[in-house]
C-alpha cells in the first residue's frame, strides 16, 4: 500500500474541501478508477491506495468561476517529496491538451495562427509554474496554466467538430444520424409538432414495473400509443432500455426474488420476450437493458449482472435474430468502481458480452452530467470526446443518451428513483447552463462518424424520469430553451 502527498492551494478554493472525498486513482487503458483514502493534513492532501503503482488523480476542480470539473494529473508516483497539486493538476490537462492537438493534426485538423500561439504560451506559462516550485509565483502560473488549458480544450473540440461536420457534409450530405428524446407519453397538439422539428427518430421507454405491475398483468394502453405516434409520423423507433436495474424501474413483486439469479432471469426473460413479441412488425431496434455495468439494486454481483445481460440477448436472438439489439452502458468513465464492491469497468463490461459471441448491434453510452448516483461527475468536451472514441475501439457503432438537470427545488419523480443532483454543483443548474450544454455535447456526438444515434435522455418532465428537471418539456407542458438549441443542430446537420 503506498501513500502520495500533495499540497494544497493556499487558499483553498472554496468548496474545494468536500469535492476532495471524491478523489480517485486511475490506470490503465482505460483509465479504470480504483478506491482511495483520502484525508487533509497540514495544508496536504494524503491519497493511500492499495497497489503500490503509479497513476492518475482524478479530482473535481473549480474550473472559471461556476464550473467544477473532474481533472486529472499526469502519471504519479509514489515519492517522499509532496507534489504541488495545482501544478500536477495543471501537467494533466495541458499534457491533454497538446497530445489531443497532436493527434488530430495528424488526421487533418487544421487550427489558426492564434490557436497555436495561445498552446505556445500555455506550455511556457506551465513551464513558470514548474520551474519555481515551491512559491506563490508557482502556484499562480499553474492555476492560471490550468484555465488556459480549458478554454483552449473547449476551443480545440469545437474546432474538431466544426472540421468534422464540414468534411462530413462534403462526403455524405446531411446526415442520417438518429435525433430523439425519449418519452412514454406521446407528444400531442402543439408540442407533437415541436418534437417532428426537433428530431428525426423516436424513441419510446417505459419502466418494468409501469408496464408489468402484477406479474403476468400487462398494462398495454400507454406502450401501444407512444408505438402508434412514432409508426404513425414515419420515425424510426427505438424501444428501451426494457431492463433497468436503478432504483424505482422494478415492479414491486420482483423484489422479493432479490438476489435469486436463475429466477430473475427467468422473470425478465419472459417480460423482454412478451414485448418483442407484440411489437416486433414495428419496432426493429430494441435497448436490451440499461445500467447493468452500475447498478446492484436487485443483490446481484457485478459478475451476476453480466450473466444476466447476456441471458437476456440470447432471448431476444432466439426469438427474434433479425431485431437490433443494444447494450447500454451508464457511467461510461467509471465513476462507480471507487466502491470495492465494483470490478468490472464500463469498457471491460462491453467488451466481455461482445466476446461472448452474441450479436449486439451497438453500445449506447449515457452522458447523464452532474447527478448521482446514476449520473457521472462533470466533464468537459475534451474528456467526453475522448471516452466516446475510446468505445469506438469495440469495433460496435455507439449510442449517446445526453441528460443534464435544469433548475429546481424538488423534482419528485427523480427522487423516486433515487437521484439528485451531485455534490460539484456551485449554484445549481440554469436554463442557459442546460442549453448550451445540450448544444455542445449533442453536436460533438453528432459529429463522431461511428455514432449512429443521439438521444436527449427525456422529453418531458411529466415522464418517469432519474434527471431532476432535465426534460425538454417542462411538468406545465412548457418548452424549456434547449429545445431551440436541439432543433438548430437537427436543421443544420440532418435529414
Request: glycine share 8%.
Amino acid at each position: 500500500m503506498g501513500s502520495i502527498a500533495l499540497i494544497l492551494p493556499n487558499p483553498v478554493p472554496p468548496g474545494l474541501e468536500p469535492l476532495l472525498r471524491l478523489a480517485c486513482f486511475a490506470g490503465g487503458y482505460d483509465l479504470t478508477p480504483s478506491p482511495i483514502s483520502a484525508r487533509v493534513e497540514d495544508g496536504q492532501l494524503i491519497v493511500t491506495r492499495g497497489p503500490n503503482e503509479s497513476g492518475y488523480l482524478l479530482l473535481p476542480w473549480p474550473v472559471g468561476e461556476s464550473e467544477t470539473v473532474v481533472t486529472m494529473t499526469a502519471t504519479l508516483r509514489e515519492r517522499a517529496q509532496p507534489y504541488s497539486l495545482a501544478v500536477e493538476l495543471a501537467r494533466g490537462k495541458v499534457n491533454q491538451v497538446r497530445t489531443q492537438t497532436a493527434e488530430w493534426k495528424e488526421i487533418g485538423l487544421q487550427t489558426p495562427p492564434d490557436f497555436d500561439d495561445e498552446l505556445h504560451e500555455l506550455t511556457r506559462l506551465f513551464g513558470v509554474a514548474v520551474m519555481n516550485q515551491p512559491s506563490a509565483e508557482s502556484e499562480s502560473a499553474a492555476n492560471e496554466a490550468m484555465s488556459r488549458s480549458y478554454r483552449l480544450a473547449d476551443r480545440l473540440v469545437r474546432l474538431y467538430v466544426e472540421q468534422m461536420f464540414a468534411t462530413r457534409h462534403h462526403e455524405e450530405g446531411k446526415l442520417e444520424t438518429w435525433f430523439a428524446a425519449r418519452y412514454s407519453v406521446r407528444p400531442m397538439g402543439t408540442l407533437a409538432g415541436e418534437y417532428l422539428r426537433a428530431f428525426n427518430a423516436a424513441r419510446v421507454g417505459f419502466r418494468w414495473r409501469d408496464v408489468e405491475p402484477a406479474e403476468s398483468e400487462y398494462r398495454w394502453e400507454p406502450v401501444d400509443q407512444a408505438v402508434e405516434a412514432a409508426w404513425t409520423a414515419g420515425l424510426p423507433l427505438t424501444f428501451g432500455p426494457v431492463i433497468d436495474l436503478s432504483p424505482g424501474q422494478l415492479p414491486d413483486w420482483a423484489s422479493g426474488w432479490r438476489g435469486d439469479l436463475p429466477t430473475l432471469a427467468a422473470f425478465m426473460c419472459d417480460y423482454l420476450e412478451t414485448l418483442i413479441g407484440r411489437y416486433r412488425d414495428r419496432v426493429r431496434r430494441w435497448v436490451v437493458c440499461g445500467g447493468f455495468n452500475h447498478s446492484d439494486g436487485l443483490g446481484l454481483s457485478d459478475d451476476d449482472r453480466l450473466r444476466l445481460a447476456a441471458r437476456l440477448f440470447e432471448a431476444a436472438l432466439q426469438l427474434a435474430p433479425d431485431l437490433d439489439l443494444v447494450l447500454s452502458i451508464a457511467q461510461p468513465w467509471g465513476d462507480y468502481l471507487v466502491n470495492d464492491d465494483q470490478t468490472i469497468s464500463p469498457l471491460a463490461f462491453a467488451d466481455d458480452l461482445i466476446r461472448t459471441g452474441l450479436r449486439i448491434s451497438a453500445i449506447e453510452i449515457e452522458l447523464r452530467y452532474g447527478t448521482t448516483p446514476r449520473g457521472s461527475l462533470p466533464r468537459d468536451l475534451l474528456d467526453t470526446s475522448r471516452v466516446l472514441d475510446l468505445f469506438g475501439v469495440l469495433g460496435v457503432p455507439l449510442e449517446v443518451v445526453l441528460s443534464h438537470p435544469g433548475p429546481g427545488d424538488r423534482d419528485p419523480i427523480a427522487q423516486e428513483h433515487g437521484e439528485e443532483l451531485a455534490t460539484t454543483w456551485r449554484g445549481g443548474p440554469t436554463f442557459a447552463g442546460q442549453a448550451e450544454w445540450a448544444e455542445s455535447f449533442a453536436a460533438l456526438a453528432l459529429s463522431k462518424p461511428h455514432v449512429r444515434s443521439v438521444t436527449w435522455d427525456h422529453w418531458s418532465d411529466s415522464d418517469p424520469h432519474t434527471t431532476p428537471f432535465g426534460g425538454i418539456v417542462n411538468s406545465s407542458q412548457q418548452l424549456n430553451p434547449l429545445l431551440i438549441h436541439l432543433k438548430a443542430l437537427r436543421t443544420a446537420h440532418l435529414r
